[in-house]
């Protein structure tokens, strides 16, 4: 019996399936169509290739189902509890807006209705002294209202400075728990224990609002898989690219709120070691959407400035993943203009792209890409998807007729679109957080992304590209190597002049157990990985720099290296530091990492002074040229083998273009490089 880890990545068009012999070492990938609407029945369709599925010993799942129902506000119908006074706040929001001079800008909706929001005449002062007791008849009588209204699915309960002290929180869900029996709630203190009112506000509202669907989703998941006997243990991909358990995952889904494309930036970490790749920005391009990221100096980049449309911010730690509307299934249409647009309304899995044959109409970045030939119409997915190229071409055809341009002409403008898309999120992550494009190594996946190598490392000026193994699925490939871990913080204000060090080494032991605990109860009992650091800032600033400190424990000694590298930082980010100036400590962090085991690379063959063979040619537009290229099947190429442009490298889930100017190399882990030649 052999037992597998199996990697699923449930992607707007197509589910990604990765399977890890334990024994063997052997990694298998392979998709199929997503299935809107019903995600788990395609997750099943796709498991039929096992021939046994109880060899499955974990399942490491990425999903989408809290991104959409946040992002197409199709969550639960939800209640807002709060201090008396503080109501308002989701609504109120921030004193700024996204443009100072549009009249018509309409401030964006929170995540709950003004008339389930209730207050309850409670109060903490800012050290998490008791001002006003909390009323139990008071309490009873919101938990009356709620359970008359209906409709109300969960509860958010988000009170004044319950970041120094949760009593308040905690007796609040105590009491509602016996008030409304199984009724899901979140409390600002489990889900975001920091300051600011309207950032936790926001966060715990859209943990209770994705609650319920979540976990009625994990719960159809665990019985279709107890169905087909899969019982052994069932990962989900956190927003942090770590995984915890489904249990965990219903307590706390708003850490699943990005959980597929953190696969991609996971696996990109690994690359990044066995290239010896110092900064890398990966860029994931699939049927719908396209995520770009930045690994710098072998570390990924974390945030909690997510926001799921403009001014409505979900702060729990995650990945720094930029999204754009710029995919494979991307629609190109034309404005009140005149104008050509890609995107971002996407064609999905049903119908798909026009030639998929299942119905679509409107052409798409993939139509374009197969009527300039850089997809073959007989090799799609490895030749097992029949694809239509005279609908494709049709339909290009009848686009082109409203621009006075050509099913070719318009076929290239179209990818030109996509790509300048594509190029301003490459910019997002690099030159507006202050990075220079040429220290960077452009790392492209999803199906989509290995065609767009090389234009988008011209116009982006970034000097070399790597096309990793498995491109098409490597999210999935990335779940392989993630790791169990908790990321905590917590607010605990302080100044450098009245620094408590006591009170500082308290706040990082709590945050070391919790952690340690959470992770324990999944399961993942020993070889932990404890990562500290300290959100801080000059006295009076309104941002904070994150300053790492790894000491067991601050002390005298080394406490003013904290001071030391928060000016150094600041002067590396903001170009000046202020020497003497006092600095506030603001937030404790904890990142706790749990090591699994994962797939060893695997060398491939060498060259030893053979060419690569093309196993066939045919007529390619680049630009402003067609020319004839050659085609390689990757599974050919060996350790050492070079290849000049123009050619497409074929695979069965992508292909990779290298442009008449370009040169790739394939290293010892089978992985493709692309630089100017």
């Known amino acids: 019996m052999s037992n597998y880890i199996s990697g699923i990545d449930v992607g707007g068009t197509f589910t990604d399936f990765v399977s890890f012999d334990q024994e063997t070492k052997e990694v298998k990938v392979w998709k199929n169509l997503t299935t809107p609407g019903e995600p788990i029945n395609g997750v099943l369709t796709g498991l039929e290739e096992f021939e046994n599925v109880q060899d499955i010993e974990q399942i490491r799942h990425g999903t989408t189902i809290a991104t959409n129902a946040i992002l197409e506000r199709k969550g639960a119908e939800i209640a807002y509890i709060t201090t008396k006074g503080f109501r308002d706040v989701p609504f109120i929001q921030r004193a700024n807006r996204k443009s100072h001079y549009d009249l018509s800008w309409i401030k964006p909706k929170p995540l709950v209705k003004r008339r389930n929001c209730f207050e309850i005449d409670e109060r903490l002062t800012h050290k998490g002294e ?26 958010a309960i988000s009170t004044l400075f319950s970041y120094v002290d949760p009593k308040h929180e905690e007796k609040l869900r105590s009491l509602l728990e016996e008030y409304l029996p199984g009724m899901p709630i979140s409390i600002s203190y489990d889900v975001l224990p920091k300051w600011k009112e309207y950032e936790r506000a926001s966060t715990v509202i859209a943990d209770a609002y994705i609650k319920p669907i979540v976990s009625s989703y994990l719960k159809q998941l665990s019985e279709r898989f107890r169905e087909k006997d899969i019982t052994n243990n069932i990962g989900i991909m956190k927003s942090n690219g770590g995984i915890m358990t489904l249990a965990a995952t219903g307590q706390a889904p708003i850490n699943t709120a990005v959980s597929g494309p953190t696969g991609g930036v996971v696996g990109a970490k690994r690359i990044a070691e066995q290239c010896n790749i110092d900064h890398l920005v990966t860029l994931d391009m699939g049927g719908t959407s396209t995520d770009v990221a930045i690994i710098e100096n072998g570390n990924e980049e974390l945030t909690t400035n997510f926001e799921i449309e403009w001014g409505v911010p979900i702060q729990v730690p995650m990945i720094d993943i ?27 899995a049903d119908p798909g792209p026009v030639c998929y044959g299942r119905g679509g109409e409107n052409p798409t970045v993939t139509d374009a890409n197969l009527i300039l030939g850089r997809l073959s119409p007989d090799n799609f997915l490895g030749g097992s998807m029949e694809i239509d190229y005279e609908a494709a071409y049709q339909a290009l055809e009848r686009l082109g007729k409203k621009l006075n341009m050509s099913a070719e002409e318009t076929a290239s403008a179209i990818i030109k679109i996509a790509n300048n ?3 301003g999120a ?61 990321d905590l913080q917590r607010t605990v204000q302080m100044t450098s002049s009245k620094f408590d060090i006591d009170r500082a080494n308290e706040v990082f032991q709590q945050l070391k157990e919790t952690g340690i605990n959470d992770l324990s109860s999944q399961g993942y009992t020993d070889n932990y990985n404890i990562i500290t650091s300290i959100e801080m800032r000059y006295l009076g600033q309104n941002y904070e720099l994150d300053v790492p400190f790894n000491e067991e424990e601050i002390n005298e000694e080394n406490v003013q290296q904290i001071w030391n590298t928060f000016h150094e930082m600041h002067d590396e ?35 030893n002074g053979s060419q690569a063979v093309p196993k066939d040619e045919r007529l390619v537009h680049f630009d402003q040229e067609s020319l004839m290229t050659a085609i390689y099947d990757r599974d050919t190429l060996l350790d050492g083998h070079e290849i000049y442009g123009p050619a497409i490298v074929e695979e069965n889930a992508s292909s990779t273009i290298v442009g008449p100017q370009h040169k790739l190399t394939v290293d010892s882990f089978g992985n493709m490089h692309i630089e100017k030649r």
Request: glycine share 12%.
């Open 130 to 155: 008791t001002l006003a007791k909390i009323d139990e008849n008071e309490v009873k009588q919101v938990a009356e209202e709620i359970k008359a209204r209906g409709n109300i699915e969960a509860v």
């Open 421 to 423: 898309s594509m190029v």
């Open 426 to 486: 490459l910019r997002m992550v690099l030159v507006e957080e202050g990075h220079d494009p040429r220290d960077f190594t452009l790392m492209n996946f999803g199906g989509a992304g290995p065609l767009h190598a090389c234009d988008l490392m011209e116009i982006a000026e970034i000097p070399k590209a790597v096309i990793p193994m498995h491109p098409g699925q490597f999210s999935a490939v990335g779940f392989m190597y993630s790791d169990a871990r908790v």
């Open 322 to 348: 930029r999204t754009i509307g710029a995919g494979g299934g991307s629609i190109a249409w034309i404005d009140n203009g005149g104008m050509l647009n890609v995107g971002p309304e996407s064609a999905g």
């Open 573 to 607: 980010r903001f170009g000046f530091k202020i020497d003497g100036e006092a600095m506030e400590v603001v937030t404790f962090k904890v990142t706790i990492i749990c090591k699994t085991e994962k797939p060893a690379g695997k060398n491939i063959e060498k060259a």
